[in-house]
């Protein structure tokens, strides 16, 4: 199944889900920012790449407002180079507006990872030739406050209707990519990863999350993230202009 395709099952199947307070509103951008979402899966989502780096959920500044997994709103149109019109859900929280790519708050999750992708892949078709992110989830949960609301702070019921459609989705995406290896963008997406594709799956790590409530991303998210990519054998490309950094080895074969 085609990425696209794999999104549009994945929000059909999702629709139908009932949340409970304190959950009082839910966003599914793979529905209102479907243009710019499946802009970026046909231009990006490839097979046979090495990685696939995988989220939790949107933030709302982020692919809430774009419909791309850590897509802070100056990344995707400067640097992965999408920009389309973007709906609103059919029930808008007054403390969460969508406004799309004209949304001025910066989500720093997004800004950290991308930018760390330009700033040591180039080209974001450098970077796509190897790897890919996307989000385990594709909802965004907010509580009455305006407050974000993640997959796993859910109710055990609402909980598992979510995950056994995402696990689903989420294999079926890997059956497209076939990576070598599927690396969770923190721990919630690493531990969803290894439950969803069990044990005859790909190699399965962690790289920190690169979220601002994170103390240890706050002191050098960059700097920390490329050492667990060299100790998971990823090798990174040279800093440009430099030469290539001491204790990066090279990929192993597959599995």
Partial sequence: MQPVAISRWLSRELEPLAFRPPTACTYDPLVYARKPHEAYLRRYARRGIEGLFLGMNPGPFGMAQTG???GEVGMVRDFLGIEAPVGRPARIHPARPIEGFACRRSEVS???????????????EAFSRRFFVANYCPLVFMEASGRNRTPDALPAAEREALFAICDE???RLVAFCRPGRVIGIGGFAAARAREALGPGGPPIGTILHPSPASPAANRGWAAAVERQCREQGIELPAPRGGPRRRGAVRPGPRG
């Avoid at 992708?117 to 180039?122: A, E, I, K, L, S």
């Fill in 68 to 70: 791309v997994p850590f």
């Fill in 169 to 171: 989705a989420l294999r």
């Fill in 110 to 124: 997004g800004r950290r990872l991308w930018g760390w992708v330009r700033d040591r892949f180039g080209s974001a």
